[in-house]
């Protein structure tokens, strides 16, 4: 596709349910990030990938969460045992190494 | 620990007027400097960055100064136009390598263009 691609685009889960959101980068983008943007803030990094090297995790909150990019191309953000903090818009984002960074439209979730 | 401040909510701007957003950093080692936009329900758009070895860079009507002494950067929008109405960004990163692409952003400024 022509830009990045994120799916669902709204989910709504019960507290204690597993999530999972998926990324479609750019065609040929080498580097993928998540972001968590909660309401009224700015976009927090999760976690980044080079092709399938996950080589930053640093911005992930919990070890409830987890992203994995088996074959350097889609990506799954997990998000296991939802609790309310989690309601946020995750975004993915793509780039060529050292290049612009393209994002998605976002996940938008919320745990009730 | 806010590294990249925007410490105005908003800003409203009558059409054909300068529009100023204004970004303050605390990290002295952030070299390279963003700034995005962003529609309601969409992601971010880029829109202008610069490099800490300038103090300018301008694109059409947008124009982002740096002052590295005072870890504070501006976008100029000029003249402004009503579908610049939008939440801005403002994001920083570090040098090259795996921090490439970690941006930490500011909490975003939402700008409206009155016709």
């Known amino acids: 596709g022509a830009g990045v691609s994120q799916s669902p685009r709204y989910k709504v889960a019960k507290r204690g349910q597993d999530v999972a959101l998926r990324c479609d980068p750019i065609?040929?983008?080498?580097?993928l990030f998540w972001y968590q943007q909660a309401l009224g803030q700015g976009p927090e990094f999760l976690t980044y990938f080079q092709n399938e090297a996950q080589l930053d995790k640093s911005g992930l909150p919990s070890d409830r969460f987890f992203a994995e990019r088996p074959e350097g191309s889609v990506s799954t953000l997990k998000i296991q045992r939802t609790q309310q903090e989690d309601s946020a818009v995750y975004l993915c984002a793509s780039s060529l190494v050292g290049n612009t960074i393209y994002f998605g439209e976002g996940s938008w979730l919320t745990v009730v | 620990d806010q590294q990249v401040k925007q410490n105005s909510p908003s800003l409203s701007v009558q059409e054909g007027r300068i529009s100023i957003l204004n970004c303050d950093y605390t990290n002295s080692m952030f070299d390279y400097f963003l700034w995005y936009k962003k529609y309601p329900a969409e992601g971010p758009t880029f829109l202008i960055s610069?490099?800490?070895?300038?103090d300018k860079n301008e694109d059409g009507r947008f124009t982002v100064f740096l002052n590295k002494s005072a870890k504070h950067l501006s976008l100029h929008i000029v003249p402004s136009q009503p579908g610049d109405s939008a939440v801005y960004f403002c994001?920083?990163?570090?040098?090259?390598?795996?921090?490439?692409?970690?941006?930490?952003f500011g909490q975003g400024t939402i700008l409206t263009v009155h016709p």
């Open positions: 994001a920083a990163t570090g040098a090259g390598g795996t921090s490439y692409g970690k941006l930490t």
């Open positions: 610069i490099s800490s070895i300038k």
């Open positions: 065609s040929g983008h080498v580097s």
